[in-house]
């Protein structure tokens, strides 16, 4: 028996429909206790100003967030007893707000994207709350490192992957899982996917806000741009039509940055066995092309992806209609 709910992190790596050829694998977040990958920066985000003195009891957090890192430190601070204030674009899907209420937070929603959030939250500081600051926090990747990754090195079965594929918000999933596989296997890629009309790090100015929880319009300080091989694009048409894809074919139900993820990974696995670059269809590259030698001793090439978190959370987009 667990004696808190915080001890319960953990979730499943399942083998998803892959290409002909190839493994495609993702690691299924949304089973999480909050419900998505950010329940684990979110705790260690927490015991890490626990322990160097910058949060006490009685304190008040405050964070900006698009929804999911807000989620989990919700649930973390119902757990250990501090009240939590929660700043989000107005634009981000109701759903996260009742999760984010029902665990006892007060929210206070912004005009604008996750940039204006941060404005008012930092406000808030100032008055005296607690802010952790999940985009620069090194306890946001540290918990990638130690917690996910770990599981991973577990659940692979003595695999040896040939890359992870994987969305970019704060960074700290990418950067964290990234680190620890590239300790473990040397020439594995570390591949970036975010959304086509936020393409910072492809070099292209921010157009919207469209997918949550990836794509924040600025490369965040917590994503080790110096570990990537390159990134890919996706559009949100295409990452929802994977999202319906996933869910009734699959038994997968997750949302907009997972579909996109899932999409990515799959055209990785595609190149490892083609030879040839994913800038093609709902897809494109930048900086990346395959490397001859996928496949380790006569296995398939293996790509590795994170679902982030529950399709659950997206039903008032109409995604599923």
């Not at 007893?81 to 929603?109: F, N």
Request: hydrophobic share 40%; glycine share 12%.
């Amino acid at each position: 028996m667990d004696d808190s709910v915080l001890e319960t992190l953990g979730s499943p790596l399942v083998r998803v429909d892959s290409p002909a050829g190839a493994t495609v694998a993702a690691k299924l977040e949304s089973r999480n206790p909050g419900g998505s990958a950010k329940d684990r920066p979110a705790r260690y985000m927490v015991e890490a100003a626990e322990a160097d003195g910058r949060l006490e009891p009685g304190d008040e957090l405050v964070e900006a967030t698009s929804g999911n890192t807000g989620v989990g430190l919700a649930f973390v601070g119902a757990a250990k007893g501090y009240d939590v204030t929660l700043v989000m674009p107005s634009s981000k899907s109701p759903e996260r707000r009742r999760v984010m209420r029902a665990y006892g937070a007060d929210i206070e929603l912004v005009d604008g994207d996750i940039a204006d959030a941060k404005d008012r939250a930092d406000e808030l500081e100032a008055e005296g709350m607690v802010q952790l600051r999940q985009f620069e926090n090194e306890a946001n990747p540290r918990a990638h490192y130690e917690s996910t990754a770990e599981e991973l090195l577990d659940q692979l079965d003595g695999r040896e992957p040939d890359a992870l594929v994987a969305g970019v918000g704060t960074g700290g999933t990418i950067t964290g899982i990234g680190r620890r596989l590239r300790e473990e296997f040397p020439g594995v890629d570390v591949v970036a996917v975010e959304p086509d009309d936020s393409a910072v790090l492809s070099g292209a100015e921010p157009l919207g806000d469209t997918f949550q929880g990836m794509g924040p319009g600025f490369v965040s300080p917590n994503l080790d741009v110096d570990l990537l091989d390159g990134v890919l694009t996706v559009g949100l048409s295409d990452a929802e039509a994977e999202c319906r894809r996933l869910a009734s074919e699959e038994g997968i139900l997750v949302g907009q940055s997972s579909g996109a993820s899932n999409l990515a990974a799959r055209r990785v696995a595609e190149s490892f066995v083609d030879g040839e670059e994913p800038g093609y269809g709902d897809v494109a590259a930048e900086g990346w092309s395959p490397r001859a030698d996928a496949g380790t001793a006569g296995a398939d090439p293996f790509v590795l992806t994170v679902f982030w978190d529950s399709g659950e959370r997206y039903m008032s987009t109409g995604m599923f209609e």
